[in-house]
């Protein structure tokens, strides 16, 4: 009913509270969880290779050379035979209690994306916030009638196989990619569901994550090439596109490009990245001028753009200031 392409890159910590997430009678039969260890260097793929021993037909180990998150998707997707295509971090887990009445769910609608909720679980307290939708639950209905004012994140995202591998959807191989997981098949998406189950379960305040502030500006690059091909696949995608699912797609966009603009603010080099979210700013409004109005919302790209990018020097000092970056 389900394949699940979980990511595993160095993960001996957390990858068998992952892996056992999935022992259940109820899913065993039901799923393939597909391990692909990025070329990690501790035990991780020692622990998959026993599982994929002890339960051959759920788990799968797949073993590449280090290619980043992103690549272990199109890895998955490649080897995935289920109905239903869903991801999972190999630091995350899933709800086992409410996982067999989801594959129920998946085994009864032809929906070409289902929608959960998901809990935030933070590593270091323990503390478990969940993140509903907020919507009545629904088997199928058209995505451009669900989708106003919908917030979702690749967590919240369970894909028709089918539907993925038709449209070739593919991922870059780096960090922040999971914003391509969730918008490169809205343009192919016209029916979804609303489930009122809790599957993920996300691993929060580990120092190691991709979006804390230093990895952020380590590969602020890849986030940037990420949030370049979006803007392109929007601008390509929006003309002809339902007005509904076009907002939700802009307003996703509209995000990634407010993350772009954290990390810039973050940076020693307030000078040089005024100049380059000018740039950016100049991209995204020669692409795509429907997507730039959105972005522009937001407060901060509003006065910046106000201000002629004047402004950019005092939200960089106060942004700095706020993440203890500048005294």
Known sequence: VLSVSVAAYNVQEFIQQCLDSFLDEAILDRVEVLVTDDGSKDRTAEIVAGYEKQYPGTFRLISQKNAGPGSTVNSGLAHATGKYFRMVDGDDWVNTREMGKFLDALEKTEADMVCTNYCQVDHETGQIQPVTLNREPCSMAPFEVLCPGLSLSMHNVTYRTALLKENHIHLDNGFYTDAEYLLYPIPFVKTAGIL????????????????????????????????????????????????????????????????????????????????????????????????????????????????????????????????????
Do not use: C
């Open 196 to 327: 009122n189950l809790n599957i993920y379960q996300y691993r929060v305040s580990l120092s190691t994550q991709s979006m804390n502030i230093k990895s952020l500006q380590k590969n602020m690059e890849m986030h940037r090439t990420v949030l370049n091909h979006l803007v392109e696949a929007f601008a390509n995608f929006a003309p002809n596109a339902q007005p509904n699912t076009a907002r939700f797609m802009a307003r996703s966009i509209a995000g990634m490009a407010g993350m772009q603009l954290y990390i810039y603010l973050s940076l020693a080099d307030v000078k040089g990245y005024q100049t380059v979210t000018r740039q950016m700013m100049a991209e995204i409004r020669q692409k795509s001028p429907a997507l730039y109005r959105q972005v522009n919302q937001a407060p901060t790209f509003r006065l910046l753009a106000w201000s002629r990018f004047a402004l950019f020097p005092w939200f960089a000092a106060r942004q700095q200031k706020k993440l203890g970056l500048k005294a």
